[in-house]
């Protein structure tokens, strides 16, 4: 049972005991879904879904957004929800591109929250005022990410703590769902000592902070320079501590040492994009690319059991942190060279 709190007004000073049953709820609900998650690794725990691959910014080392596509219409968006409803999906993230500029962004959420399913959002902060903040808490948003890469804007990027800094405020007073500020490193970011910066503030709002080392163009590792890991051991001991902070696979990335892992998706994470075709995660679009309306169970297993070449060398935190639900069991094999197609060839050879 999903337990829904209504709240009449505005997240504020004089609200204490709503606060604490909400977030105690959300508590409960992640207690679940882990359990569920180590009792059965038949449906998948977390979903990426795009519905919306436009941007505002252009981020240089970005590849997941464009200038010129629109929004994927409501009523396909509700359809794909349902579908992972139907595969037992535990948290739904929605991600793009931006997901604000979506015209009915705050239905989606209300519709992710009727199917019993943990809501999140990654944004890049530009849209947190304080009118859309209190339609995201109406809407029931429990989690949000936001990634901020410099303290002042660059050619590389505007996610600034300079520019984002009174979204942050905003984002500390009225929101009622839980903010996380995400650190960056490497990448070709300027100053790799803005990320200190940005960690220290994030922490002084009350925001839970984690830490990211940005990844080329297919999700591989761009190992960091003496300079950046000294600010990497610094920025880990920043933030709070959950299940967002599992990020141990990064000590063997910063100092450029592959990482043992059993990557999981396309079973535990899913990654849906604009199309609703399901991909390992949103730097190896292209396979398996099969349709969300005709995704099984024996899609899951099949990926479940099946090693990912890219594993070894990846910095997707999401992926690599799902996977540490199943990463004492179930030995994976390399892929099915019978089942070979142009989509996975291609994938083989990154």
């Known amino acids: 049972m999903t337990v829904r709190f209504e709240h009449p007004g505005k997240s504020c000073p004089s609200c204490p005991t709503f606060l604490v049953m ?49 929004p994927v219409p ?16 535990s948290i739904i993230t929605i991600s793009g591109g931006e997901p604000l500029l979506h015209p009915e962004i705050y239905d989606i959420f209300a519709h992710i929250r009727s199917r019993g ?26 989690y949000l990410q936001i990634s901020i890469d410099n303290v002042t804007p660059d050619e590389v990027s505007q996610k600034s703590l ?22 960056v490193i490497g990448g070709g970011v300027k100053n790799p000592e803005d990320a200190l910066a940005v960690a220290r503030r994030a922490v002084e709002l009350g925001f839970s902070t984690s830490l ?16 950046e890991a000294r600010i990497y051991e610094e920025l880990k001991q920043f933030g709070k501590t959950s299940w967002t902070r599992l990020n141990q696979f990064q000590d063997d990335l910063a100092y450029g040492r592959p990482h ?42 099949r990926e479940f059991y099946t090693e990912k070449p890219c594993a070894s060398m990846c910095t997707i935190a999401c992926v690599q942190q799902v996977a540490m639900m199943d990463n004492w069991r179930a030995p994976q094999r390399p892929p099915d060279p019978t089942a070979k197609n142009e989509r996975q060839l291609a994938f083989d050879e990154t």
């Open 22 to 70: 909400k977030k105690f709820s959300t508590l409960l609900r992640e207690a679940r879904l882990i359990s569920r998650g180590l009792l059965s690794t038949k449906h998948p725990i977390l979903a990426h879904m795009v519905p919306m691959r436009r941007c505002n910014l252009s981020c240089k080392y970005c590849n997941e957004y464009d200038k010129t596509s629109d």
């Open 212 to 227: 990211g080392i940005i990844h080329d163009g297919t999700g591989q590792l761009k190992p960091l320079s003496e300079k």
């Open 117 to 142: 399913i943990i809501a999140g959002l990654i944004s890049n902060g530009y849209f947190m005022t304080k009118d859309r903040i209190e339609k995201l808490n109406a809407a029931g948003l429990e």
């Open 260 to 301: 043992d892992w059993r990557c999981r998706a396309g079973a535990r994470y899913l990654y849906i994009c604009e199309d609703g075709l399901v991909h390992y995660c949103s730097q190896q679009r292209g396979y398996p690319a099969v349709p969300l309306e005709n995704y099984t169970r024996e899609d899951i297993r």
């Open 162 to 183: 300079k520019v984002l800094d009174r979204y942050l405020g905003y984002l500390s007073k009225y929101a009622e769902f839980h903010v996380s500020i995400n650190s």
């Open 74 to 89: 409501f009523e396909t968006v509700k359809r794909r929800i349902d579908l992972l409803a139907a595969l037992g999906t």
